[in-house]
Nanobody, 122 residues
Framework: VQLQASGGGLVQTGGSLRLFCAASGFTFDTYGMGWFRQAPGKEREFVAAVTWSGGSTYYAESVKGRFTISRDNAKSMLYLQMNSLKTEDTAVYYC????????????????WGQGTQVTVSS
C-alpha cells in the first residue's frame, strides 16, 4: 500500500495550492479518503474527507469555504484544492485511507501517506 502526497510548497497569504495524493496497492474506490495536517508543536488535525464514491464531503470549520476535497477513482487520485490560504494553514499535510466511512477521526484511518509541507507566508 502506498499513498504519495505531493503539491506542497511556499505560498503567500491569500494564494492557492493544490495537493495531490496518488494511491496504490489497495482498492481505492472502496475506501473513504481524508486529508489531515500537523503544524509544529501541535497535534494532527482533521482537514477534509470524502466518501468512497465522492458523493459526500466533510470539512473542518477552519477550512470550510476555502478548501475543496475531491477524488478521481479511475486514476486512484485524491486532491485538495486550497484557496485563500492563511498563515495558520502552514503544516505538513497527510492523505489517509479509511476502509470504512470517511471520518474526521485519525484513529479510524488504515493507511497514511508521508506528508507534504505547505508553508504560507505573510
Amino acid at each position: 500500500v502506498q499513498l504519495q502526497a505531493s503539491g506542497g510548497g511556499l505560498v503567500q497569504t491569500g494564494g492557492s495550492l493544490r495537493l495531490f495524493c496518488a494511491a496504490s496497492g489497495f482498492t481505492f474506490d472502496t475506501y473513504g479518503m481524508g486529508w489531515f495536517r500537523q503544524a509544529p508543536g501541535k497535534e494532527r488535525e482533521f482537514v477534509a474527507a470524502v466518501t468512497w464514491s465522492g458523493g459526500s464531503t466533510y470539512y473542518a470549520e477552519s477550512v470550510k469555504g476555502r478548501f475543496t476535497i475531491s477524488r478521481d477513482n479511475a486514476k486512484s487520485m485524491l486532491y485538495l484544492q486550497m484557496n485563500s490560504l492563511k498563515t495558520e494553514d502552514t503544516a505538513v499535510y497527510y492523505c489517509a485511507a479509511d476502509r470504512g466511512i470517511a471520518t474526521r477521526y485519525a484513529d479510524e484511518y488504515d493507511y497514511w501517506g508521508q506528508g507534504t509541507q505547505v508553508t504560507v507566508s505573510s
